[in-house]
T-cell receptor, first 113, second 112 residues
Framework: QKEVEQNSGPLSVPEGAIASLNCTYS??????FFWYRQYSGKSPELIMF????GDKEDGRFTAQLNKASQYVSLLIRDSQPSDSATYLC?????????????FGDGTTLTVKP | DGGITQSPKYLFRKEGQNVTLSCEQN?????MYWYRQDPGQGLRLIYY???????QKGDIAEGYSVSREKKESFPLTVTSAQKNPTAFYLC???????????FGSGTRLTVV
């Protein structure tokens, strides 16, 4: 079992819809959770982070964390074609891994006009 | 503007050759990291450094070496011992790791 698992996709949604990206992790002691967006051929860019159970909203993005279920998700509302990218989930357990993040393989999202 | 600069953007290596990838940051971050990304895959950690003059191996350190003589700089050398070096190399930095990473623009290394 991978430490961080994501559906590879591709996930395709129509413009204006809600895109839901999911991530599960195996280390129950994980404390910090990140979502990065990576456009094709480019480097990843941090778009959301969450530390506590519940929801965290930033504009059209909402990160959801459920530590009991070891599950973190990213919702993108009113999806735009410019949201088409690969989304990487990353997890950090500072007690065991210091500042190192473990990444999933990413989910590719396509938003169709 | 603060950020991380990686160079070169593209690099071609001949068999048996060592090459060095540059990574410089002016964000005043203590921690720096090198990751490798293969097509369709996530990021795998090569080396990381949390403080000047100290660094640790990541999950795939074999065939690579690093140095951290200055806070701003964390160069990666891909040695001839790395048998499959063709990949996208990403350098990142962080205040503490728990705040997430800032990535450089990456270096694409190809063996010719």
């Amino acid at each position: 079992q991978k430490e961080v698992e994501q559906n590879s996709g591709p996930l395709s949604v129509p413009e204006g819809a809600i895109a839901s990206l999911n991530c599960t992790y195996s280390d129950r002691g994980s404390q910090s959770f990140f979502w990065y967006r990576q456009y094709s051929g480019k480097s990843p860019e941090l778009i959301m982070f969450i530390y506590s159970n519940g929801d965290k909203e930033d504009g059209r993005f909402t990160a959801q964390l459920n530590k009991a279920s070891q599950y973190v998700s990213l919702l993108i509302r009113d999806s735009q074609p410019s949201d088409s990218a690969t989304y990487l989930c990353a997890v950090n357990n500072y007690n065991t891994n210091a500042g190192k993040s473990t990444f999933g393989d990413g989910t590719t999202l396509t938003v169709k006009p | 503007d603060g950020g991380i600069t990686q160079s070169p953007k593209y690099l071609f290596r001949k068999e048996g050759q060592n090459v060095t990838l540059s990574c410089e940051q002016n964000l005043n971050h203590d921690a720096m990291y090198w990751y490798r990304q293969d097509p369709g895959q996530g990021l795998r950690l090569i080396y990381y450094s949390q403080i000047v003059n100290d660094f640790q191996k990541g999950d795939i350190a074999e065939g690579y070496s690093v140095s951290r003589e200055k806070k701003e700089s964390f160069p990666l050398t891909v040695t001839s011992a790395q048998k499959n070096p063709t990949a996208f190399y990403l350098c990142a930095s962080s205040i503490s790791g728990n705040n997430g990473y800032t990535f450089g623009s990456g270096t694409r290394l190809t063996v010719v």
